[in-house]
């Protein structure tokens, strides 16, 4: 069962980037450090509800 997630900037909170997730073998949201264009910067973005 795969679903699609939205990762937001902390920092700006732009919905930047979008993946496939695994809900089954991940149950925890996702964390990840990425570039966002809006920032001009590497953030940290996490997984929104």
């Known amino acids: ?7 937001v900037c902390e920092e700006c909170l732009s919905r930047n980037y979008t993946y496939d997730r695994n809900k089954l ?3 925890e949201r996702m ?3 990425k570039y ?7 953030t940290i973005h996490k997984e929104t509800k």
């Open 25 to 27: 073998s991940n149950p």
């Open 36 to 42: 966002c264009k809006k920032c001009n910067k590497h």
């Open 1 to 7: 069962m795969r679903n699609k997630v939205i990762l």
């Open 31 to 33: 964390v990840l450090r």
